[in-house]
């Protein structure tokens, strides 16, 4: 697949790559601003950002007509959209998912990557499969009290905690069955680093980022890492160790973040599976669900 030819998929269609900057122009439109409630912000800087990570963007042509655009490569479709006046879009996905497969390694399965709610059922009837469902939640930020539990004290969180916390990380996650792939302990320390290294140096996100300590045990049981995204804060991770869940432990890290992030920023972010319980407590505290946005995958059948 040499990206920098146009292809030809079916029906006299072709794909055209485009410089990420270039495909933007009309992926932050016909992706972004259509489904921003989905993920309540999606600016034109970040579409920039997703573009140029996966670097496959192409322009779906029928002559000199652009009919759509997608993220495309062997083993991976994303961000599907059309440019009206066309509307087949069902068509078009079945066109691209079936040019995939040619190009796809068959050993491995074809990940189609954040599709909104609505269109779902579009991709299982061309025979994808659900891995995972996420919705994005948000809320206003403001002074509140954050209460924590007796037999527990905070802090911030310091680069020697690294390894703890990924080993909460992982022990929470196997315990939670929304949860259906855990990382390797390589991939969590990777995650907690990028905090430390990165975020750990904006004031506020520091601030709002607290361990949660055992005072019988010494032990981290409880952790909220914040990250900076689209210019509101964003929980990077929220767990609580299994052994100590139902004790407020989670209220209070949310509540602290919300109260810390108010010094700076109008809003504050998460995104959370949408089976994981702990979407109860996150409506609780005044954050709003949208739409669901699922990762699906598709057998890639031997030729």
């Keep these: 697949m040499n990206k920098h030819e146009p292809i030809e998929i079916e029906d006299g269609l072709r794909l055209v790559y485009k410089e990420p900057k270039v495909y933007t122009r009309y992926y932050s439109i016909y992706h972004g601003q259509k489904y921003a409630d989905s993920y309540f912000r999606r600016s034109p800087e970040t579409l920039v950002e997703v573009a140029t990570i996966f670097d496959c963007g192409y322009f779906i042509m029928e002559g000199e007509m652009i009919i759509g655009g997608v993220l495309l490569k062997p083993n991976f479709l994303s961000d599907l959209f059309v440019v009206p006046p066309f509307k087949d879009y069902e068509g078009l996905a079945s066109k691209l998912l079936n040019y995939v497969k040619k190009i796809s390694a068959t050993e491995e399965k074809i990940i189609v990557r954040e ?132 004790r407020g432990i989670g209220r209070y890290l949310l509540t602290h973040s919300i109260h810390s992030s108010s010094v700076g920023y109008p809003a504050t972010r998460l995104s959370v599976i949408r089976d994981n319980t702990a979407i109860k407590l996150y409506e609780d505290l005044g954050f709003l669900k949208s739409k669901s946005i699922s990762d699906l995958y598709l057998a890639c059948e031997r030729k």
């Design 115 to 246: 599709v909104v709610e609505e269109l779902v059922a579009t991709y299982e009837q061309l025979g994808c499969k659900i891995h995972e469902v996420n919705v994005w939640m948000i809320r206003p930020t403001e002074p509140m009290m954050a209460i924590l539990p007796e037999g527990y004290s905070s802090r911030a969180v310091a680069s020697e905690d690294a390894n703890d916390i990924a080993c909460l990380l992982m022990k929470a996650y196997r315990a939670n069955p929304a949860y259906k792939q855990i990382g390797t302990k390589e991939d969590y320390l990777l995650h907690v680093n990028e905090f430390i290294d990165v975020h750990k140096h904006n004031k506020i996100m520091d601030e709002c980022s607290k361990v949660v300590i055992d005072t019988h045990s010494n032990n981290i049981v409880g952790v909220c890492l914040h990250m900076e995204f689209e210019d509101y804060p964003l929980i990077m991770s929220l767990v609580v160790d299994p052994d100590h869940q139902q």
